[in-house]
């Protein structure tokens, strides 16, 4: 079975611009959670989406949003870049909709704000 | 809220030493704990689970016991291996509205001597 695939892996902006990650979870999970890795904060949960609906969101400011389409394939979208927004963005899929499945994350992709 | 706190590393250790890698968490109920493993330039694998207390998870030949009275969940192995460095994550999931939202620490970076 295929695992999680996230595209692209590296990507470079400039401030100001906008920018679309994408994220192919593991056939037949419905759940796909998006997390932000930087050296100084870590790990930092942004949001989850399960069959299209947004079920859980993080403490990140709106310009961070998501999407996910109906075969279970997820967007995210960074609107007005800022320098602090580089890092490694996580994906993870899972396939319950009610209590805890475990995780399966992509590779990441690494993005740089010039 | 929900944290967790994890040593600090790096930690460096030769190969075929014991490896104790402490975690504490606070949490409301009665979260799951995990420990994931970060390969250089990879996403994040899961190493071990424990879903309740005095719960162990093992896996490659690592340990962790979900200690319900030190709220901690250190991570064992009794012979480490160069192929073993990486950065480990200790993490909680609560439920009760939390879906898809792993709560990491800051990660420990483990180097492992020939």
């Known amino acids: 079975k295929a695992g999680v695939t996230q595209t692209p892996r590296y990507l470079i902006k400039t401030r100001g611009q906008q920018v679309t990650l994408s994220c192919s979870p593991i056939s037949g999970h419905r759940s796909v959670s998006w997390y932000q890795q930087t050296p100084g904060q870590g790990l930092q949960f942004l949001f989850e989406?399960?069959?299209?609906?947004?079920?859980n969101k993080g403490n990140f400011p709106g310009r961070f949003s998501g999407r996910q389409f109906s075969n279970s394939r997820s967007e995210m979208n960074v609107s007005t870049l800022e320098l602090g927004d580089s890092a490694l963005y996580l994906c993870?899929?899972?396939?319950?909709?009610?209590?805890?499945?475990?995780?399966?994350f992509g590779p990441g992709t690494r993005l740089t704000v010039l | 809220g929900n944290s967790v706190t994890q040593m600090e590393g790096p930690v460096t250790l030769s190969e075929e030493a014991f490896l104790t890698i402490n975690c504490t968490y606070t949490?409301?109920?009665?979260?799951?704990l995990f420990w994931y493993v970060q390969y250089p330039g990879e996403g994040l694998q899961l190493l071990l689970k424990a879903t309740k207390a005095d719960d162990k998870g093992s896996n490659k030949g690592f340990e962790a016991t979900y200690r319900k009275e030190t709220t901690s969940f250190h991570l064992e192995k009794g012979s480490v291996q160069v192929s073993d460095s990486a950065v480990y994550f200790c993490?909680?999931?609560?439920?009760?509205?939390?879906?898809?939202?792993?709560?990491f620490g800051k990660g420990t970076k483990l180097s492992v001597k020939p």
């Open positions: 949490a409301t109920g009665y979260p799951s």
């Open positions: 989406y399960f069959s299209e609906t947004q079920r």
């Open positions: 993870a899929s899972s396939s319950s909709g009610h209590l805890y499945n475990e995780q399966f």
């Open positions: 993490a909680l999931m609560n439920y009760g509205g939390s879906q898809g939202n792993l709560i």
